[in-house]
């Protein structure tokens, strides 16, 4: 709820400065009127008796300020007023005390002086706002919202009932990014204040709010409400257009509300997953009329992109599982299990490739997502895009000469067993990807097709037992992995234009001559 100041001078350029060029809107105060006497000041007040301060000077016409004060100490006690003066007099200090003025302060004003004062009063009027509450009721709210105290006093106050709703500001960490603790506090306050005054305004009646959450305001409305009652509270909290609504189905006595915020989150829930600004908690919606099915088609997709040199499709995957979640209106929880579970999933993909542990780094996904701070599509899309950039930059992804460590540990596989039988729908096993799409990137990073690059390799070995030994060249075939001496000796030809035999005479001439 904000707070109302006049401001009284009879100096037209003092009354204008101090109304027009303080923000005072970035104090939650709301300049009420700008008069230039004591009389106007006393008209003004009869007729915004919700005003809470006023600022005065002392030496006007008609009704000077301390003349006005006097007037507001009697018959408007709770307005607080602060004087300013040119005139350096104890003497009206010690009257403007005696009356119950707050401050005191010369003129010309120190603004940063006059706004700090401002502000400690507004603190004060906040804490006497607060006690018209009744504070038993308070007490009983937070015991059955947030903690596990004893409710034995319960019993005696069951006859109270009220009126529950949650409030959620609409992406609420693009609102509160780059605020201060202090900046966050100040917009909680304005947040809360404006719920308050809507049901003030709308219902004429006193409610409790507290924070559950970083983004969830319970409010208690202290009476029954009808159902007209409710839609004019809807429609006007509606106005507030970063505000998501979440509105009771009913009243509830005081004893039910531990419950009852439990189906007011889970219609939170919800609401954060459809297109709507405001619900009412039902029980129906909590009920799940069918089970959404993984993606798993998207997280092939997905580890294709990191994985294989496709470095700008990552981003068109993410987009294409976030409109898949928003199709099907995932519950903001479900969308974060599944982010979490696909970026665990191909460390541990990537690690059972490289056959080696990956160092623990950090993810948005790997702390607790609040979905109710974190609350829409966008932000969490906006994480797992970030969680993705992280992993690529982490594992080496985006480094040309990384991006092909797929295929050389393919390679060191096929060193290690060109000599059996081997085939490459065999390798392409060993490093979990289809044989079509191996054959196609081994042949892109070597040069050759896989049975030349493996032929390849049984060749140089032949060449060398030849050269080195005097095994029969059938023997050397079978040993290097030919296990057909005719074809053997095709290959041989192919890649060194001479037989086997011919290759070792033509060597043992060489190093006889």
Not at 95 to 108: Q, S, T
Request: hydrophobic residues 35%; charged residues 30%; glycine residues 4%.
């Amino acid at each position: 709820m904000s707070y109302k100041i006049l401001i009284v001078d009879d100096e037209p350029i003092i009354c204008q400065g101090l109304s027009q060029t303080i923000p005072w809107e970035n104090y939650d105060i709301e300049v009420v009127g700008a008069v230039y006497n004591g009389k106007e000041a006393i008209n003004q007040i009869s007729i915004h008796p919700e005003i809470d301060i006023v600022i005065t000077d002392i030496r006007m016409p008609n009704v000077d300020g301390l003349e006005l004060s006097a007037f507001i100490k009697t018959n408007f006690p709770n307005i607080r007023v602060i004087i300013i003066s040119g005139y350096d007099d104890f003497e009206y200090a010690k009257r403007a005390i005696k009356l119950g003025v707050k401050d005191y302060l010369l003129k010309p004003v120190d603004i940063d002086e006059l706004v700090d004062n401002v502000k400690k009063i507004t603190t004060e009027i906040e804490k006497e706002r607060r006690q018209h509450v009744d504070l038993l009721t308070s007490s009983i709210i937070k015991q059955i919202s947030l903690t596990n105290e004893d409710h034995g006093i319960l019993k005696e106050h069951e006859h109270i009932r009220i009126y529950p709703l949650m409030t959620m500001q609409r992406d609420y960490q693009r609102r509160v990014r780059g605020l201060t603790t202090e900046d966050i506090d100040l917009f909680k306050k304005k947040w809360m204040g404006s719920v308050e005054k809507r049901i003030g305004d709308v219902l004429g009646e006193n409610s409790f709010s507290i924070f559950t959450d970083e983004n969830i305001l319970l409010t208690c409305v202290m009476k029954e409400l009808d159902e007209n009652e409710t839609g004019k509270l809807e429609k006007n909290i509606e106005n507030e257009d970063s505000l998501l609504l979440v509105l009771g189905d009913r009243t509830i006595s005081i004893s039910e509300l531990k419950d009852y915020y439990k189906k007011l989150l889970d219609t939170g829930r919800y609401l954060l997953s459809i297109n709507k600004k405001t619900i009412m908690a039902s029980d129906q919606l909590c009920v799940r009329k069918f089970e959404h099915q993984y993606p798993q088609e998207i997280e092939n997709l997905l580890f294709d992109a990191l994985l294989y040199k496709k470095k700008v499709d990552y981003l068109n995957v993410s987009h294409t599982l976030f409109a898949y979640f928003k199709e099907n209106q995932f519950l903001l929880d479900e969308v974060v299990g599944i982010c979490c579970e696909l970026l665990v999933k191909f460390i541990n993909y990537y690690e059972s490739l490289g056959r080696k542990k990956v160092q623990p780094f950090a993810l948005n996904y790997k702390n607790h997502v609040n979905i109710f701070s974190h609350n829409s599509y966008e932000i969490l899309q906006k994480m797992f895009e970030e969680d993705l950039v992280t992993i690529i930059e982490k594992l080496g992804l985006d480094h040309e000469e990384t991006n092909d460590w797929l295929i050389e540990r393919a390679l060191e596989y096929i060193r290690q067993f060109y000599r059996e039988p081997i085939k490459a729908s065999e390798v392409a096993n060993v490093v979990n990807i289809s044989a079509n799409y191996f054959s196609t990137i081994f042949r892109q990073k070597t040069g050759k097709t896989f049975n030349e690059y493996v032929n390849l390799l049984r060749v140089n070995e032949a060449r060398k037992l030849l050269s080195e030994t005097s095994l029969r060249v059938g023997v050397i075939a079978n040993n290097v992995g030919f296990h057909e001496y005719k074809y053997f000796v095709e290959v041989f030809k192919k890649f060194t234009g001479m037989t086997p035999t011919e290759y070792r005479n033509l060597y043992n001439r060489e190093l006889g001559g």
